[in-house]
């Protein structure tokens, strides 16, 4: 547990999940996550969002607290911006060592409060806009900001030093360390935060976008001089740099993203390959970069980064059973989850026995909103006229994202 001042009597308490469990169930961290709390202290004291109980992180933010010379049943306030366990998995424990803090949260978190942890005493519902004075010229402000990441969640706001408590809203994987604010981050560092924020948006918040375009200009009018985020590092040097960076991939899903191109592939004995490895040449040629990665091998969390981000895709795969290769049948039902849209697509694929993939396929994008290039598929064994032809295609695809 790492303890910060953020400004007078505004403290930032972060813990490093280092695992090999999956963020969610799903998402890997091999480089950890923060678990950020934050307390404001006035006559009243308020903790903003909790732990879950994962590695020792209530130990570690108990610890913290008794640095302030705080101990669990001095806090008056639990603040819940969202319900999700990770940072709410404490709280059956908490409740049980502070029954007297009141819980508050939106209308639809307070529900919540009540239907995952049956406490139904000690709690309070508020209403967007609504301010909660802790004395000492510290006063809480709450703004419902839903869906980023979940419908009850909301982002608290405190004025005297300009504090966005926005939870998963510009948040980010990555274990922090020892630092905490972004101007302690060295230049490659923020790179490394910069790729985990991405991926972390990609996989956490993408479905959301049109909510994070909203909840951003709900803020909008804040005077916001530090952006405290539930996960990654707080930003009271550029706080608009990150608020800005989460308008930029808010808009990705709009299209077109940046100048780049994921290419996805899968084959099973080297034919699909083998006319990607040509349009690949044909990418190449126009210098446009492009990230690459096969199914089933690597995991959808890197896949859906990449592809996030780019304008372009190649997908690549054969028929398999009449259909697409299942593997990736699978990512495209997770691009269609993560709304991984507004893309201009190329795909092609060989076939052995018999076609089916590119029927598949066309069911699976459907209202995925891409310009979808013509598909190029062949029999067997890439021919030379189909090699050419396939370089080219590259070509094609690489132009038009060069040029939009
Ligand atoms: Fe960090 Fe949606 O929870």
């Not at 502070?98 to 139904?120: M, Q, Y």
């Not at 005493?121 to 609504?130: C, N, P, Q, S, W």
């Not at 550029?238 to 994921?262: F, N, S, T, V």
């Not at 890439?382 to 295609?393: G, H, I, Q």
Request: aromatic share 12%.
């Amino acid at each position: 547990m790492n303890m910060h001042v953020i400004a007078d009597a505004v403290f930032y308490i972060h813990t490093d999940i280092q695992t090999t469990e999956f963020f969610e169930g799903i998402w890997p961290i091999p480089e950890g996550v923060s678990l950020n709390t934050y307390l404001v202290k006035g006559d009243k004291i308020a903790l903003i969002d909790l732990v879950r109980d994962w590695n020792d992180a209530p130990k570690q933010l108990e610890e913290a607290l008794a640095s302030l010379g705080i101990g669990l049943g001095d806090v008056d306030y639990l603040i819940l911006n969202h319900l999700e366990p990770d940072h709410t998995g404490w709280l059956r424990e908490f409740r049980d060592r502070n029954p007297r803090a009141e819980i508050v949260s939106t209308v639809k978190g307070i529900n919540l409060v009540s239907s995952f942890f049956n406490i139904h005493t000690g709690l309070r519902a508020v209403k967007d806009g609504e301010t909660l004075d802790l004395g000492k010229g510290k006063t809480l402000a709450f703004f419902e900001t839903p869906n980023i990441h979940w419908p009850e969640t909301m982002v608290t706001w405190e004025a005297a030093s300009g504090t966005l408590f926005s939870c998963d809203a510009f948040g980010s994987f990555g274990a922090l360390g020892t630092k905490g604010f972004d101007e302690d981050f060295t230049e490659e560092e923020h790179r490394f935060f910069e790729g985990e924020s991405l991926r972390y948006y990609a996989n956490i918040v993408s479905s959301f976008s049109t909510f994070v375009e909203r909840g951003i200009k709900k803020i909008s009018g804040l005077p916001i001089t530090c952006v405290a985020p539930s996960h990654g590092m707080v930003w009271r040097k550029e706080p608009q740099k990150i608020m800005d960076r989460y308008l930029r991939y808010a808009a990705y899903a709009k299209g077109p993203a940046e100048k780049e191109i994921a290419v996805i592939w899968g084959s099973m004995y080297g034919n699909t390959k083998r006319g990607l490895d040509a349009v690949i040449h044909g990418i190449e040629a126009e210098g446009v970069p492009y990230s690459i990665h096969r199914v089933p091998d690597e995991h959808i969390s890197y896949i859906l980064q990449d592809a996030y981000k780019s304008s372009g895709l190649v997908l690549a795969m054969p028929t398999y059973e009449y259909a697409m290769f299942p593997p990736m049948a699978w990512v495209l039902d997770i691009f269609r989850r993560k709304h991984i849209t507004g893309k201009t697509v190329l795909r092609i694929g060989s076939w052995g026995w018999v076609g089916g993939a590119k029927k598949d396929y066309e069911q699976a994008i459907e209202g995925l909103k891409w310009n979808s290039l013509e598909s190029q598929e062949w029999a067997g064994a890439a021919s030379a006229a189909d090699l050419t032809a396939l370089e080219v295609r590259g070509r094609d695809l690489a132009r038009i994202i060069k040029d939009a």
